[in-house]
């Protein structure tokens, strides 16, 4: 009921989906994205598409993350209506299509001339796609690695090994952690959220042996393997992560890393436009980029896309097209790197944008450590042992947006010093086989 009375007061001075836009005879489109950096350069280039298509007129709902998700899934889910185009990814668009919320994108994909949707990455693609037709498509495309200061560890006599582990990561943040100086030695999301918390720690989970469910759908996270991700994560935050490590987002941790301090960063390679912007970080330049680190595994990095998806509610789909057609072609990657250099292009999603080389030239460091943690991730099968369910960084499940949200409250309450490890997991295991047993049921 909370996401239904923020989505009333969101666009309550909006026009609706299709709506007419104020002061004139044209259509607005009302588009509904997350609040970071790539997409606030949309934002910023906005007037480009405004004069190629007279008469459509863009409005921006932009939300944190989470308010996004909660507000646009409400939106979607009941049918309201309010947007023409929603920012979704790769964990909704297979079950919204499934359920008939959203457009099929392939015949207009198909009946753009030059759009080549072959150049997208093919597990960005296929994680896009149902039935073999797209029905979101990608902005950008992620994995996850980890950024660390090169000066930092020079001068400490440090070195970053090829292909860290867990416990190096650990280690070094040790030696690394300065708080007399404002340095931490790791930044990691503390900050509750399915797509939050969630993202760095069940990475870590897979490569440290865990999994949500057996294959039977028995919840397993009082197991002793989910139990030693969840005590490592929450000790490396609680001794040498950020300050007020539970109230951190992605964004937030951007901002401490790009802003120098922290040592090292593990989240989501689209970090970079950010982390190597000079006009928006000071330590662009000198940040090396290792693989995501593992434990039991030799992969340990996630697959993730924030795309762009037109509700079926939407009364004027082929403007939105145009729109998203717009934001995703190669195109608008060229208008990026005109405007605010090759750093700020959205990265991860295009064949042409690694191959360029213009961004091979800024993204030397970074470039090929992103493309083959995207190739590498593998949702079918994320971690030791067999699951029932798909996805490296979630689960894909209707339920995991509660569910998962529950869990990282629990886990975000004991990175708080709250509560222990202990009372957080034995909470979360009863969330857990709730749902569990809900599938038990079906089979």
Known sequence: MGAVGAAVSLVSGCAGAGGVAAGGDGTTLVVA???????EDAISLRSDFEKENPGVDLRFVTLPENEARAKITTSVATGGGEFDAVMISNYETRMWAENGWLENLQPHIDASEGYDAGDFLQPIRESLSYRGDMYSV????????????TDLFEEAGLEMPADPTWAEVADLAARLHDPESGTAGICLRGLPGWGELLAPFNSMLNTFGGRWYDEDWNAQLTSPEFRRAAE??????RKHGQPGAAGSGFGDCLTHYSQG???????ATAMVSTVEDPDSSKIAGRSGYAPAPVSETDYGGWLYTWSLAIPTTSEHTDAAWRFLSWMTDKQYTKTVADEYGWERVPPGSRVSTFENPQYQ???????EPMREGIADADPKDPGIRPVPYTGVQFLAIPEFQDLGTRVSQQLSAAVAGQISVDQALEQSQQYAQSVG?????AQ
């Not at 301090?261 to 989240?267: G, I, L, N």
């Not at 030239?361 to 470039?367: I, S």
């Open 361 to 367: 030239e800024v993204a030397g460091a970074y470039a």
């Open 138 to 149: 990608p902005f950008y495309g992620e994995s996850s690695f980890l950024a660390y200061r």
């Open 437 to 441: 047993d809900s599938y038990k049921e």
């Open 232 to 237: 490592f994560y929450v000790d490396l935050v």
């Open 261 to 267: 301090r922290a040592a090292m960063f593990y989240d």
């Open 33 to 39: 994205i997350v609040s970071n950096p790539q997409m």
